[in-house]
Structure formats: structure tokens, C-alpha cells
């Protein structure tokens, strides 16, 4: 690799003041396990790591009486691990369990996931489909916005220049909600996802949907929230055919393209297909919750 | 930079560029070859190590990252009187080829067994899905690790690091 020089911050405070110092030749170290690869293929002007890996602030899975904190610097392998994840958000540690391989999980962090930013993101759809927003620090203090909202565009995200993704929240209220994700890929091990899915809704007493998420990856510039497919569901039963036809509402809204990994057409497919199983799924653990 | 760190048990300290990362740092600087330079890049998982009791790669981390962690290598398992029970397992069956895999099967096994040593089949399939292996199939390497299990779980181990 490119010679560059190496810090470890101990706040957020002082990561913050290293990145306005060093503008655009300082780089975020996360995880490394994208980073460490751009630079030995990549290096372009980097002249600073910035490893915020260890920052107090950005580490930790805390839940609060308002729900669940996620500091962005939290392992794929802590995740998988938690009794909380594990307990009440199963399909986040299904979503972390896709991406690479053991050892990958144990550098990899969900922040990192997210700032890369890339369409095909097996952290994003499973947190997203309960209502997560995400908390980012800069210079003029700290902002919150839904997760949505941080993916612009491939690898281009909400944040502002000298901005750090801080922490991931989950709200109380979607905590152990009926949930599922899927992901397909040319490989069960260490593979990217031509298609990722996830669902997550309520059934009321008299087992109609409530509250329908859908989050679809890879099938469109950035994670999708299909939210056609959601309005449709809202308030219906929850039967096959209903979930047959908000699938093909979910293939309406995305916009796959065609690539080396497979065509637009093939993806549309999967998505009808997962999101007939995503939602068939969460129905079958709402009705046995 | 200085970076001390405590590998297989013993502190070691050596002076590299902050671009070393750990696998060139064991390889290079401590002159620990056991781990391999694979893919580079963390999908072949041949620089397999465990640091503070987690698998990683290796060409992935920095060296300065795992500054005062404790690292343990494949040279950490075995002793002039004993190997451990993954390595026996692999041997007793043949479980390598031309074994530049091994290194890292081998550390992969250890993380797993380490925190389940009744692993299944589809438990251990997974915990190997981040090493290739271009020679053997997989099926000697899988059955090895469900010997190790076996002993592993019965008997005691004879020192910290088996």
C-alpha cells in the first residue's frame, strides 16, 4: 500500500477536528474490510487514516426506554451475536449473517456498510423496514433523519463534508415486529446480493396488515422502500392473493438494471419472488406471536 | 510506527509504516509465516487469525490497529510435544492437499470449536465459508472438524493455547 499516516481518535470530538484539519486526503477507517482493500488498488491522495473503529461513542448496542442504539462502529459479528438482536429484530441478525464470511463480520460494521452506500447493502433493507433512522455528528453538531433519507445515490450519501455517521436507532415501537429478509446471490458464502429483500408489519385482531414495510436492495440506485406495495397492504387481509399482488406493486416500483451478475429481467423475478416470501413469512410469525 | 501486541502469549514489539497491515506484520516483521498472503483482498481467508478471541483477516486489518491486542496464529497451537486436536484430526485424515489453505482452515476451525465444539455439519460449512480451498473438495476438512469437536469436547485441555 501507499505510504499515509495513521490515528485513532479517542472521541468524536476530536475525529471530527482530524477530518476538518485534513479535508479530502483523510479517510475514515471503519471496519477496512472495503477501505483496506480500495487503497491497496486505489490509493489516490490519501494521506490520513482516520480509524474511528474504537471511538466510545460510535460503539455499542444500548437499548433505552425509547428503543435501540446502534453505534455505527458495531461488528456485524456483535450484532449476530446480541440476545437483543437475536430476540427482537431476527431478521437484522439474518441480514448481518449474508454479508462475507466469519472473519469479515468480525471487522465489517454496520456504519461501514452503510457509508459505502452501495445498492446491494445486505445491512440496509432489514432496518430499515423498521423505521430506523440514523444519527450523524459534524462540526455544527449532531442531525437525525430517517435511514432513507441517507442514500443518495450509489456510494453517495447524506452526509456533509467533515459529517460522520454516529449511531443506527431502532424506535421502541418496532421492536419484535413480525419480520424477514432474504438475500439471493450467485453463492450462499461471500457473495453480493443480486436481489435483497425484507418486510415487516402487525396483524390486528382480526388479521388484517398493519404498519407494512417493504425495503428491497440492489434493485435500484440505492435500498428502496417500496412503498406502493405498503400503501397497498395496509389494511387488507393478509392472503396469498394480497401478497401476489403487492409483490408484482413491488416489481412496478423498482428499476433493476442488467450487469455481469444477471439481467433486469432475472431480478424482477426474484423480487416477486421474495417479497411473496418475505411478507408470506412475517405474516406466519405474526400469526404464531 | 512502534506497534506492540501480544501474539501466541508472548509480547513482541516491532517498528513498521503505518500501511503494514497485520498479516505483513507477522510475516515480515516477526518473521511468523504460518498465516499466508492468499487473495489480499479477504475472500480467501488463508491470513486467518484470531485476535482477541475473533477470527479476521489479516490482509485486512492494520497492524497498528491490533496494537495491544492478543493475537493468536496458527504457530500458537502446537508445541514441540503436542498439536492440537484440529491439526491431529487434519492429519488423521488427510484433510489437506497442498496445504496453503491450512493455515487459516485450521485458525477458522479453532474460532468456532473454541465457542462450539458440538458444531454441526451446516454449522461448520458456514464457519469455513470465508476459506477456499482449490484442492480437496472440502469433505476431509469438514469431517476433521467434526473429529476435533469430538475431542475437544470430551478431554481437557493441556495448556491455555490448546
Known sequence: MRPFEYIAPSSAQEAIALLAENGENARLLAGGTDLIVDLKHNPGNTSLLVDVSSVPEFRGIEETSEGVRIGSMTTFGEIMASPLFQQKMPAVVDGAHTIGAVQTRNLGTMGGNFVTCVPSADSVPSVMVLDATVTVVGPDGSRQMPVEDFFVAPRKTALESGELLESIFIPKASLGKPSAFLKHGLRKGQALALVNGAAALWLDKDGKIVEPRLALGAVAPVPLRAVKAEAFLAGKEASDEVIDEAAEIAVSEARPIDDFRASAKYRRQIIKVFTQRVLKESVRIARES | ?162
Open chain 2, 1 to 162: 510506527m512502534l506497534v506492540e501486541l501480544t501474539v501466541n502469549g508472548e509480547l513482541k514489539s516491532a517498528d513498521c509504516p503505518p500501511e503494514t497491515t497485520l498479516l505483513k506484520f507477522l510475516r515480515e516483521h516477526l518473521m511468523l509465516t504460518g498465516a499466508k498472503l492468499g487473495c489480499d483482498v479477504g475472500d480467501c481467508g488463508t491470513c486467518t487469525v484470531i485476535v482477541d478471541g475473533k477470527s479476521v483477516n489479516s490482509c485486512l486489518m492494520l497492524a497498528a490497529r491490533a496494537a495491544g491486542r492478543d493475537i493468536t496464529t496458527i504457530e500458537g497451537l502446537a508445541n514441540a510435544q503436542q498439536v492440537h486436536p484440529i491439526q491431529e484430526a487434519f492429519e488423521e485424515l488427510g484433510s489437506l492437499q497442498c496445504g496453503f489453505c491450512g493455515p487459516g482452515m485450521i485458525m477458522s476451525a479453532k474460532n468456532l470449536l473454541d465457542k462450539n465444539p458440538t458444531a454441526s455439519r451446516p454449522e461448520i460449512k458456514d464457519a469455513l465459508s470465508g476459506n477456499l480451498c482449490r484442492c480437496t473438495g472440502y469433505t476431509k476438512i469438514i469431517e476433521a472438524i467434526e473429529d476435533a469437536g469430538r475431542v475437544m469436547s470430551s478431554t481437557k485441555p493441556l495448556h491455555s493455547n490448546l
